[in-house]
């Protein structure tokens, strides 16, 4: 069991793929079809590209605040992977690629940062929660999405996500020891990128790890180098399985770092040192994996660039179609706060409908 | 005297108060280092060091809860809620602790602190960055809730919060964070909590508002009074006591009342004074006394914030229909 073998309390963590592309556990490796290797990477460029271009479109005043994902991409898409098609996904709000990986078109991820509800209106069968503002609540939802499953023997498994400052707040640890309890099959993800906002990982807990904290939950827990692709599957995988077999709940604590600012609103010089993220660079998950890829004999610096280009235009292409019909019908205002409108919001409805009627 | 926003009228109170009160204590999520996410605080730890201003773990009810501990143990502490969207969290303490630790001690123990966060909408956010949530503060008993519009309000209120020998809830409106500038003493002053403010007298119909509302009205009067229509513009300031009086007495005056506010209009603000003038001024009234308040909806993102949103158009047009009632 790698929960056992890299014991969080040793300060162990688990690493596949290094820095530079080297495998270095290879007995670990995961036998994983050209197929899906190729599915990951190239979600995880989709995911950087959509992520650039969204910043650029926030400082040409045509996007609204914007959370930014710049270098995890390897802790989100190596757990995505790792589940199945009938699992749910219960993200925090910095799980673009997960999203993307699991079938979140494109469109809705930017009409949802573009200022419309609808983006959170994912297409059938995609099995994603909205994205969740307000900090640990997820854990809770994702406990009892995980709990439906099993009572009802649904054969569901649901991944999670939260940060770490978002290991502070009390839900945090409710639900997974609500999990914990009923052996509830569901996978909790820290990423660790090391900031919340402005504060680092140290100011935010006295634990030397965050997947530590599972320990006191009864529960394993492990620390993934989140940039390594490959470690963020076998970790999940390995908790996906247990969870599926009824063993319960995974604290899994991808090591991480956000190389970008906190959303497009945060100025990160405030806080930490260009050399930091300059270090961290270096660790970018995309350019191990391409050339992790590229050793296989499944990817080329040429096919890379066209991929690069494709996705460029393509980006383009979907945020031009959002700006054309992300727009808001004003039945939108009223009409989903519940299954049928009440009197008063009726009222309310049509005495805005006879005021824009008069004052126009 | 100084031109300040806003912003800089409560980030220069909060430097005033804890030079001149050694038991004054600042924190919150990102207000140490960085100076918060608005910058409210920016500066203040490097001037008073990390026990006085500090950045909180990301724990709401850890911010509040412990504030309740230090504010028994000879501490005033002002804490931040980065948002008043992420205050749920918090809701618990302040429910159940903040509020009631005098009458439960039976005034053994009392709590001099002040939580103050940013609300309201119109700033383009993000979930649960856009909501008016004074009415969840001002139902419970033991709380004071208090929304400035002004800099020079800003500062006297602030200090008055912090000088409070009860807690505070004060509400800023982020939307005017940085709106404007207006001249602040620099001298130590108050602006008593539970007293509000005749921004504007007028003969035809009273208009109280508070917050980035005071604005919006004041625009729509310049359309009104085009028209002839004089209104009396009263900022209330103080959510909780409310400033019964200086309402009552205005209305007397003009005998048409209207209530302006960003909060949900079901159980808001409004109907408490919309109640008040019914019982206080009944005889003097020509009009239903009338609240404008948004939508009982959540507030839209941005795409659709603007149909959610009172503005000077909407304000003006149910002046009008009261003047004409």
């Known amino acids: 069991m790698l929960t056992k073998q890299f014991d969080p309390l040793k300060k162990k963590q688990l690493q596949i793929l290094d820095e530079n592309g080297n495998i270095v556990a290879k007995d670990l490796e995961p036998n994983l079809s050209k197929d899906q290797l190729l599915k990951m990477y190239k979600t995880m460029v989709l995911g950087r590209v959509a992520d650039t271009k969204a910043v650029q479109f926030q400082r040409q005043g045509r996007m609204l605040t914007f959370v930014i994902n710049k270098g995890q991409e390897a802790a989100q898409v190596g ?20 999203l993307l990986y699991r079938g979140a078109p494109l469109y809705n991820l930017y009409l949802y940062w573009y200022g419309n509800e609808w983006g959170s209106h994912f297409p059938e069968g995609v099995k994603i929660l909205p994205v969740n503002i307000t900090i640990g ?75 530590q904290k599972a320990i006191a939950y009864g529960i394993p827990g492990i620390q993934v180098d989140g940039n390594d692709v490959l470690a963020m599957y076998v970790a999940t995988k390995e908790a996906v399985d247990r969870a599926r077999r009824g063993e319960g709940p995974t604290l899994i604590e991808a090591y991480t770092y956000r190389l970008g600012a906190h959303t497009t609103s945060d100025d990160p010089t ?32 040429e096919e890379d660039q066209k991929l690069y280009e494709e996705y460029n235009d393509y980006v383009n292409d979907v945020f031009k179609q959002v700006e054309a019909t992300g727009f808001y019908q004003l039945e939108d205002v009223f009409k989903y706060q519940y299954a049928e409108m009440p009197q008063h919001l009726v009222e309310q409805y049509e005495a805005y409908k006879h005021y824009l009627e008069e004052v126009k | 005297m100084a031109l300040m926003t806003i912003l800089q009228a409560i980030n220069h109170t909060l430097d005033q108060q804890m030079e001149k009160d050694s038991t004054v204590v600042v924190y919150g999520e990102d207000v140490g280092v960085e100076g918060g996410v608005f910058r409210a605080t920016a500066g203040l730890q490097k001037k008073y060091g990390v026990e006085r201003c500090f950045d909180a773990p990301v724990s709401e ?40 630790m005098r009458v439960r001690s039976r005034g053994k123990y009392h709590l001099p602190l002040v939580i103050r966060m940013p609300y309201g909408g119109g700033i383009r956010a993000l979930e649960h960055h856009s909501e008016s949530q004074e009415t969840l503060f001002a139902h419970i008993p033991g709380l004071k809730v208090v929304i400035p519009s002004t800099p020079y309000d800003a500062k006297g209120l602030l200090t008055a919060a912090i000088k409070d020998p009860d807690p505070v809830i004060f509400m800023e409106p982020k939307r005017i964070y940085r709106a404007f500038k207006q001249e602040v003493p620099e001298e130590e002053y108050i602006v008593p909590i539970g007293k509000a403010k005749v921004v504007k007298e007028g003969t ?20 009104l009074e085009q028209e002839g229509i004089s209104v009396e513009l009263i900022d209330l300031r103080t959510i909780k006591p409310i400033d019964k009086d200086t309402i009552l007495e205005s209305v007397q005056k003009t005998g048409r009342f209207l209530v302006v506010h960003e909060a949900v209009t079901s159980f808001g603000p409004g109907a408490e004074l919309v109640s008040l003038v019914t019982q206080g001024a009944f005889l003097s009234l020509e009009a239903p006394p009338t609240r404008l308040g948004a939508f009982d909806v959540t507030v839209p993102l941005d795409k659709g914030e603007h149909h959610y949103l009172i503005d000077s158009k909407r304000i003006a047009y149910e002046v009008r229909k009261l003047i004409k009632y």
């Open chain 1, 79 to 98: 757990s995505a992977a790792a589940i199945e098609e009938q699992d749910w996904v219960v993200p925090a709000f910095r799980e673009f690629s997960t």
């Open chain 1, 137 to 211: 609540a997820q854990f809770n939802h994702a406990t009892g999405v995980a709990l439906a499953s099993k009572f009802q023997k649904k054969n569901e498994v649901v991944l999670t996500f939260i940060g770490d400052g978002g290991t502070s707040e009390g839900e945090f640890h409710e639900g997974i020891n609500f999990a914990s309890v009923f052996d509830a099959p569901v996978v909790f993800i820290i990423q660790n990128n090391h900031y919340a906002i402005s504060v680092p990982r140290q100011k935010q807990t006295k634990s030397i790890t965050l997947a």
């Open chain 1, 270 to 301: 405030l806080y930490r040192e260009d050399k930091e993220v300059d270090e961290w660079i270096k660790k970018d998950p995309l350019i191990r994996f391409k050339k992790y890829l590229i050793e296989k004999g499944y990817w080329s610096e």
């Open chain 2, 61 to 100: 009810a850890g911010i509040v809860g412990t504030a309740v501990g230090m504010a028994i143990n000879g501490l005033k502490p002002v804490v931040e809620i980065q948002f008043s969207g992420f205050m749920f969290p918090a809701y618990n303490q302040i429910a159940a602790h903040v509020a009631r």
């Open chain 2, 204 to 223: 035809d119909i009273t208009v109280v508002a508070w917050g980035a509302m005071v604005r919006e009205v004041q625009k729509a009067m310049q359309e």
